[in-house]
C-alpha cells in the first residue's frame, strides 16, 4: 500500500515500480508483475533489470520467444558483463533451437557467476545435453547440485543426470 501510494504521487517512479513488481513475483503473480515490468519499460526503454525479467518470464510462461529475444538483447547491450543477463539470453536461444548461441552465452554466464549458480550450471548442462555432449552435460548437472542440492530445478537436474547414464 505504501508503494502504490508513492506511484500515485510518482508514476514514474522507477525503482519503486521494481520493488512492486518483485514482490509480486515473489507472491507467485507474474502478470501483475509483468505489468509493473512493462510500466518501467515504457519510462525508460534501457532500464535492463526490467528487459532482462519479464524476457525471463515470457520465456518461462510459455510467452513470445521473439519478444523475449529482443527484450533479453536490451538488457545485455545495456549490461554486457552482467552474468544473469547472458544466462536469460542463452537460455532463450536454447528454447528458440540456437544451441551454439545459447552454450556460448550460458558458459559465460557460468564462468561470471565462478561455478557457483546451479540454475546456470542446469541450463548450460540442458544446452550440453541437446547437443549431444553427454560428458559436458553431466559436469555441468553435478556441479549444479554440488553447489545447491535443492534449488528450484534440483529435480530436473537428478532426472537428466539418470537419462544420461542410461
Same mark, same amino acid.
Given at each position: 500500500?505504501?508503494?502504490?501510494?508513492?506511484?500515485? /504521487?510518482? &508514476?514514474? %517512479?522507477?525503482?519503486?515500480?521494481?520493488?512492486?513488481?518483485?514482490?509480486?513475483?515473489?507472491?507467485?503473480?507474474?502478470?501483475?508483475?509483468?505489468?509493473?515490468?512493462?510500466?518501467?519499460?515504457?519510462?525508460? #526503454?534501457?532500464?535492463? &533489470?526490467?528487459?532482462?525479467?519479464?524476457?525471463?518470464?515470457?520465456?518461462?510462461?510459455?510467452?513470445?520467444?521473439?519478444?523475449?529475444?529482443?527484450?533479453?538483447?536490451?538488457?545485455?547491450?545495456?549490461?554486457?558483463?552482467? &552474468?544473469?543477463?547472458?544466462?536469460?539470453?542463452?537460455?532463450?536461444?536454447?528454447?528458440?533451437?540456437?544451441?551454439?548461441?545459447?552454450?556460448?552465452?550460458?558458459?559465460?554466464?557460468? /564462468?561470471?557467476?565462478?561455478?557457483?549458480? &546451479?540454475?546456470?550450471?542446469?541450463?548450460?548442462?540442458?544446452?550440453?545435453? #541437446?547437443?549431444?555432449?553427454?560428458?559436458?552435460?553431466?559436469?555441468?548437472?553435478?556441479?549444479?547440485? %554440488?553447489?545447491?542440492?535443492?534449488? %528450484?530445478?534440483?529435480? /530436473?537436474?537428478? #532426472? %537428466?543426470?539418470?537419462?544420461?547414464?542410461?
Amino acid at each position: 500500500a505504501q508503494y502504490q501510494k508513492v506511484l500515485t /504521487e510518482n &508514476p514514474k %517512479a522507477i525503482q519503486v515500480q521494481m520493488l512492486v513488481a518483485t514482490m509480486y513475483e515473489l507472491k507467485g503473480e507474474k502478470e501483475k508483475a509483468n505489468g509493473y515490468y512493462q510500466k518501467i519499460l515504457d519510462i525508460n #526503454k534501457n532500464f535492463a &533489470p526490467a528487459a532482462n525479467n519479464l524476457a525471463w518470464n515470457y520465456a518461462e510462461s510459455g510467452g513470445n520467444l521473439d519478444i523475449a529475444l529482443g527484450l533479453a538483447q536490451r538488457a545485455r547491450e545495456t549490461n554486457p558483463n552482467e &552474468p544473469s543477463y547472458a544466462d536469460t539470453l542463452g537460455w532463450i536461444y536454447y528454447k528458440k533451437g540456437a544451441d551454439g548461441t545459447a552454450i556460448g552465452l550460458l558458459k559465460e554466464s557460468t /564462468e561470471l557467476f565462478k561455478n557457483s549458480n &546451479p540454475t546456470v550450471l542446469y541450463h548450460l548442462g540442458r544446452a550440453y545435453q #541437446k547437443t549431444g555432449q553427454k560428458s559436458l552435460a553431466e559436469d555441468a548437472f553435478q556441479k549444479a547440485l %554440488a553447489s545447491n542440492q535443492s534449488f %528450484a530445478a534440483a529435480k /530436473e537436474v537428478r #532426472k %537428466a543426470l539418470q537419462e544420461l547414464a542410461n
